[in-house]
T-cell receptor, first 116, second 113 residues
Framework: DTGVSQNPRHKITKRGQNVTFRCDPISEHNRLYWYRQTLGQGPEFLTYFQNEAQLEKSRLLSDRFSAERPKGSFSTLEIQRTEQGDSAMYLC??????????????FGPGTRLTVL | AQTVTQSQPEMSVQEAETVTLSCTYDTSESDYYLFWYKQPPSRQMILVIRQEAYKQQNATENRFSVNFQKAAKSFSLKISDSQLGDAAMYFCAYTSGTYKYIFGTGTRLKVLA
């Protein structure tokens, strides 16, 4: 088990461009989460998948953001028409089916997005 | 809405000494879970310790322990015998049945040699 992986680790783009990030969760984990972390802040929840179903989306996730998890395996997060305010670290996490009453989330290393 | 507050942006501790990081939260739920995560510079977040709200006993993991005061909605982390490798951002997090985590703003811990 190699843990949660995210690609790319760093992305620099110009304002107005589209970007796509990928997250590969731990293989047996059915839940996958996306968070955004800006400098000096804690991660903020964006969206969550159980298998391939997107069950919850934060109000932070504007219509320029879209996330998918085809076949319940890896997930992609796309940002269209990027803005400078989108610059942040995008974190992915995964968790196993609920066990013993809680779900521990395992985090990936993140993708740092810089929008020029 | 649930909130998590970490009022200490930065803390320092001498190597081998003990430090306590504070966290308060607000919720109307009775069943929830609290966590402390560590985020070293440029590295991914890892779980330090967890606490189930229904358990009265405070969780401990080696040098890490919590002081969970449910009525006061307080969840502090004590690090004993601090080591240089403990230097990191520490985040307090809350989750209930919705599964998403709500994080505090973090405390940067510096360990002085």
């Amino acid at each position: 088990d190699t843990g949660v992986s995210q690609n790319p680790r760093h992305k620099i783009t110009k304002r107005g461009q589209n970007v796509t990030f990928r997250c590969d969760p731990i293989s047996e984990h059915n839940r996958l989460y996306w968070y955004r972390q800006t400098l000096g802040q804690g991660p903020e929840f964006l969206t969550y998948f159980q298998n391939e179903a997107q069950l919850e989306k934060s109000r932070l996730l504007s219509d320029r953001f879209s996330a998918e998890r085809p076949k319940g395996s890896f997930s992609t997060l796309e940002i269209q028409r990027t803005e400078q305010g989108d610059s942040a670290m995008y974190l992915c996490a995964s968790s196993a089916p609920r066990d013993r009453g809680y779900n521990e989330q395992f985090f990936g290393p993140g993708t740092r997005l810089t929008v020029l | 809405a649930q909130t998590v507050t970490q009022s200490q942006p930065e803390m320092s501790v001498q190597e081998a000494e003990t430090v306590t990081l504070s966290c308060t939260y607000d919720t109307s739920e009775s069943d929830y879970y609290l966590f402390w995560y560590k985020q070293p510079p440029s590295r991914q977040m890892i779980l330090v310790i967890r606490q189930e709200a229904y358990k009265q006993q405070n969780a401990t993991e080696n040098r890490f322990s919590v002081n969970f005061q449910k009525a006061a909605k307080s969840f502090s982390l004590k690090i004993s015998d601090s080591q240089l490798g403990d230097a990191a951002m520490y985040f307090c997090a809350y989750t209930s049945g919705t599964y998403k985590y709500i994080f505090g703003t973090g405390t940067r811990l510096k360990v002085l040699a």
